[in-house]
């Protein structure tokens, strides 16, 4: 029972696992970038920070990847607390959540491939 337990809790992560793992490599690779090879961030809620302080710029990032990565858990949680989980209500509702956060793990790993050819350039 202890190691079904610990499979589902390792499920439950791995999403937010590669959220947090792939906007902090987004995080770090754009401070390298703008610190030290004179790129700018394209995001434009984040270029205005990105020039005052890159100390912000790093705080608003890998806490909105941090809140972004753990509302995962949390809407996995809520989903799993419904009544009749054969519903067509909540399976639509599953597909949905799995589907969005694999697009955005998709669009973080895209970020990530085109920070490091930026680097690399």
């Known amino acids: 029972m202890y190691t079904f337990k610990s499979y589902t809790l390792k ?6 696992f590669l959220i947090v793992l792939f906007g902090s490599i ?17 995001n434009p809620f984040l270029t205005g920070i990105v020039s005052t302080s890159i100390i912000a ?4 990032k890998i806490s909105a990847t941090i809140l972004i990565g753990t509302t995962y858990i949390f809407a996995k949680r809520t989903l799993n607390k419904a009544a009749n989980k054969e ?3 909540f399976r639509i509702s599953s597909k949905l959540m799995k ?3 694999a ?8 970020v990530v491939v085109n920070n490091l ?4 350039a």
């Open 11 to 16: 499920s439950e992560l791995f999403p937010s």
């Open 26 to 42: 987004d995080c770090v690779t754009t401070a390298i970038g703008v610190l030290f090879f004179g790129a700018s961030e394209v």
């Open 57 to 60: 710029f790093l705080i608003v």
């Open 87 to 89: 519903s067509r209500s």
């Open 99 to 101: 589907g969005a956060y």
């Open 103 to 110: 697009g955005l793990i998709l669009f973080l790993i895209i």
């Open 117 to 120: 050819l930026v680097l690399l």
